[in-house]
């Protein structure tokens, strides 16, 4: 079993729509990751949580830490056919003050967007 | 710019055959993964490692094993090569994980895909 659940696994929407994705831990995550995927290309860095309640933005998409840490949300406002492709989200589960984190991912989400 | 390589972007290999995976990075970071995507599973961690020699397991590190005899190079190793083994199969680094200066971002390579007949 993963130890990230994302959802929806999948999504469609109409081009300028609003769109969220969840990724939910039953433990604390210490940095919270977003990547996104393309079809048939590499993971593009979206940006990173660290602390609870924190919240960043890239261009149209926010993401936000909750404040337990266990759980983040990635939101996408007035959605565009580029931003279409495969959302993951990965969380450092493992704390050590070297730095030392096992890092896994989530099932990801495949968005759509339909001009 | 950071750059994570993997050598061989498609290799075809035989039920049975040994297999290695070349991971080269030149950040001189201390942590190296590696995953393998695929459909409807997302990113699975196999194994990392965090130093020199050292080694984790990951979540799915049965028919699997690597070796860390340099920082930059961080090797997969599949001893007898199965159908299941079939994937998508990418490295990543990153520095320390530290709450300032450094995000701890994990930089991934183009992957390898493995197509075991």
């Known amino acids: 079993s993963q130890e990230l659940e994302q959802s929806p696994q999948s999504l469609i929407v109409q081009e300028g729509k609003n769109l969220t994705i969840n990724c939910t831990s039953s433990k604390t995550l210490y940095g919270l990751y977003w990547y996104k995927q393309k079809y048939g290309e590499g993971l593009i860095f979206l940006m990173m949580l660290q602390k609870g309640g924190e919240e960043k933005s890239h261009e149209k998409i926010t993401a936000k830490l909750d404040e337990k840490k266990q759980q983040s949300s990635l939101h996408i406002t007035a959605s565009q056919p580029s931003h279409a492709g495969i959302y993951l989200c990965g969380a450092g589960l493992v704390k050590d003050s070297g730095g030392y984190q096992k890092v896994t991912f989530g099932t990801g989400t495949k968005l759509q967007v339909i001009p | 710019d950071v750059k994570v390589t993997q050598s061989s972007r498609y290799l075809v290999k035989r039920t049975g055959e040994k297999v290695f995976l070349e991971c080269v990075q030149d950040m001189d970071h201390e942590n190296m993964f590696w995953y393998r995507q695929d459909p409807g599973l997302g990113l699975r961690l196999i194994y990392f490692?965090?130093?020199?020699?050292?080694?984790e397991k990951g979540d799915i590190p049965e028919g699997y094993s690597v070796s860390r005899e340099k920082k930059e190079r961080f090797s997969l190793i599949l001893e007898s090569a199965s159908t299941n083994q079939t994937s998508m199969y990418l490295c990543?680094?990153?520095?320390?994980?530290?709450?300032?200066?450094?995000?701890?971002?994990?930089?991934f390579g183009e992957g390898s895909r493995l197509t075991v007949l």
């Open positions: 490692s965090y130093d020199v020699k050292m080694k």
């Open positions: 990543a680094s990153s520095g320390r994980f530290r709450t300032s200066f450094n995000t701890g971002e994990l930089f």
